[in-house]
């Protein structure tokens, strides 16, 4: 009867959602109007975008109506499968593809909004097991992903999860409830409305984030025009307070278990109604009585429940901030890449999954060339414009999620390359060495020529290295690039060709 009664509330919720300023639904055609924009996003991503009586709906649909309207844009917003609605962006058949994390491959396709939306990735598992809190409480267990998705990229950093494609997440809730799997990775916001709509019950949220990632609006590239009013709603839906009026309308079909103190109001209420039928005679000269004990129950279960949730919002903001000071602590503020403290953390990781996996792990330490000239003669700001500019051609030349590119300080930066032996990492290197000439940065007062480049060192390590070898990675590639640097700069120098 309960979960009947909830099913209708949340329909009720829903429809209301709906039909509220802000939120009307378009029809969903690929016909470009000459003067209206078409947006599409992912419709499997309820309660952010889905498709309600063949409608777009959702968190992320009223957030985008909402930027339109501030920025008067005309709009329509398509909820499509997802390989269409990029297969659509890709022929130029609609303007911007919504709910969309930037990657260094998508950023070569497409530029992207200020943060459209802050998406918690969390773990859901049985409510009893408390002490799965983390992704470091994972280890050693079954975790269920999607086939594609950001959870699957993020649990790839830690071997020692196993990892286990699920259908779909409501397949997923009933395989926790079976044991046939531990927990499930996924966006906190379609994890608890997912969870809701499988009935699954005795499944909860762990409070602690294991990542935070903000989405954007992707246009395609060199859309300056769109870009630039998409990013002016976005901060005015931010200042005048509709991001969060919206966002707080859409929390609201949090599904949330009765309380032990509302079990035990209705159980009271239960006993006296009992009583009343039996002797009514009682209730009648008690009933005033109860009315005001009833009220009084009431009135501190809902200050109950407020201060609930107001602690609940101060821990998610704490938890939120925390993470944020974490994540400020091991990035560059220059260049927006991660320092040398994330790469040797990063490093320690990089080496025990290399020896659980048996692979290879390859290390490029890249050094720019001539480079205190270049700040001497040009200056110390245009010396940071080239600095980030390097960062990003680095970055860009990178192809898979797993490499990653670090600031190790000055004019300094390593590239972490999981599965790649020294021949692979050697051609990446090369590559980079190539993008950089290619991208033509004025450099006058350079000794082999006139514009900026980089030399680099490469080494790699195998899981049968010794540990003396893992241990001097850095140290093997940094020769390299020593010797690369004396011997006319401008190339890769592999550590395994070095004279003896």
């Known amino acids: 009867m309960t979960r009947k009664y909830l099913s209708l509330a949340l329909t009720a919720l829903i429809l209301v959602v709906t039909l509220l300023p802000g939120s009307s639904l378009l029809l969903a055609g690929t016909n470009k109007q000459s003067d209206r924009l078409i947006f599409a996003g992912n419709k499997e991503l309820a309660p952010l975008i889905f498709t309600q009586g063949e409608k777009p709906a959702g968190l992320v649909v009223d957030i985008v109506r909402a930027v339109a309207q501030h920025a008067g844009l005309d709009i329509e917003i398509l909820a499509r499968n997802w390989d269409e609605a990029q297969r659509l962006m890709r022929a130029g058949k609609i303007d911007a593809l919504l709910q969309i994390n930037p990657s260094s491959d998508r950023e070569q396709l497409y530029d992207f909004s200020e ?17 799965i809190q983390n992704i470091h409480s994972l280890s050693g267990l079954v975790v269920g992903v999607e086939k594609k998705g950001y959870p699957r990229t993020l649990l790839h950093n830690y071997p020692e999860v196993v990892m286990q494609t699920i259908p779909g997440w409501q397949q997923g809730f009933q395989a926790i409830k079976d044991g046939d799997i531990d927990a499930l990775v996924v966006d906190r916001w379609v ?4 969870l809701f709509l499988s009935g699954v019950q005795g499944i909860s949220d762990a409070p602690e984030p294991v990542d935070v990632q903000f989405s954007s609006i992707a246009v395609t590239k060199g859309n300056d025009e769109l870009l630039d009013k998409i990013n002016l709603g976005l901060r005015l839906i931010a200042q005048d307070g509709t991001r969060k009026s919206i966002e707080e309308k ?8 009765l309380s032990k103190e509302t079990l035990h109001l209705y159980w009271v209420i239960g006993i006296v109604s009992a009583i009343a039928s039996i002797a009514s005679f009682f209730v009648l000269i ?5 009315k005001k ?17 107001k602690r609940k919002e101060i821990e998610k903001k704490l938890r939120i901030a925390n993470h944020a000071l974490h994540n400020l602590s091991e990035i560059d503020s220059l260049t927006g890449l991660w320092n040398r403290r994330k790469y040797e953390n990063e490093l320690k990781k990089q080496i025990l999954s290399t020896r659980k996996s048996e692979t290879d792990l390859c290390l490029l330490v890249a050094d720019i060339d001539y480079f205190k000239a270049y700040n001497d003669h040009y200056g110390h700001e245009q010396g940071d414009n080239a600095l980030r500019a390097i960062a990003k051609i680095i970055k860009r030349s990178l192809k898979r999620n797993t490499d990653t590119v670090f600031r190790y300080g000055g004019e300094e930066f390593v590239v972490l390359l999981p599965y790649t032996d020294e021949d692979g990492g050697y051609n990446i290197a090369n590559n980079i060495i190539n993008n950089i000439c290619q991208s033509n940065i004025e450099h006058n007062y350079s000794k082999i020529g006139n514009k900026l480049t980089v030399s680099i060192g490469v080494a790699s390590i195998h899981s049968t290295s010794s540990t003396k070898d893992m241990s001097l990675l850095f140290k093997n590639a940094d020769d390299a690039l020593y010797h690369a640097k004396n011997n006319g700069k401008n190339h890769a120098q592999r550590h395994t060709f070095l004279p003896k």
């Open 286 to 290: 008690f009933a005033n009585r109860v």
């Open 115 to 131: 943060p459209l939306l802050m998406s918690e990735f969390a773990i859901f598992r049985k409510s009893q097991r408390v002490a």
């Open 250 to 257: 859409w929390s609201g079909k949090e599904i949330v278990t």
């Open 191 to 194: 994890g608890k409305y997912q």
């Open 293 to 309: 004990i009833n009220k009084t129950l009431l009135k501190r279960e809902k200050s109950l429940a407020s201060e609930i949730e």
